[in-house]
């Protein structure tokens, strides 16, 4: 069974930076496509990242492009998000989800694992 725990959320001003990440358990990393989603009070949980499973491959949310980077290390068995420019609606719980062999990143409905989630909270 694989297990998703995330860490690095947190409050943090308008135009900082934090940087999440994602320790992945229980089966081979390396064959998961891993994506970031979030999920905002009243919204839905939508799309922010993914990378392919050799790593070779990024996509992100057209909201933030250019501000995030999703990185992965097959050794340590974590994928990170590191959210530069932070603005205040990026504030939601992100989650860290898998999908073995992935293609369709940008679906949530094809992740088979997910994390609790951990909250980012940007103030204006």
């Known amino acids: 069974q694989v297990q998703l725990v995330e860490s690095g959320g947190g409050l943090v001003q308008a135009g900082g930076s934090l940087r999440l990440s994602c320790a992945f358990s229980g089966r081979t990393f390396s064959s998961y496509t891993m994506g970031w989603f979030r999920q905002a009070p009243g919204k839905e949980r939508e799309f922010v990242a993914a990378i392919t499973w050799t790593g070779g491959r990024t996509y992100y949310a057209d909201s933030v492009k250019g501000r995030f980077t999703i990185s992965r290390d097959n050794a340590k068995n974590t994928v990170a998000l590191q959210m530069n420019s932070l603005k205040p609606e990026d504030t939601a719980v992100y989650y860290c989800?898998?999908?073995?062999?992935?293609?369709?990143?940008?679906?949530?409905?094809?992740?088979?694992?997910w994390g609790q989630g951990t909250q980012v909270t940007v103030s204006s």
């Open positions: 989800a898998g999908d073995q062999w992935g293609l369709r990143v940008v679906n949530r409905d094809e992740y088979d694992y």
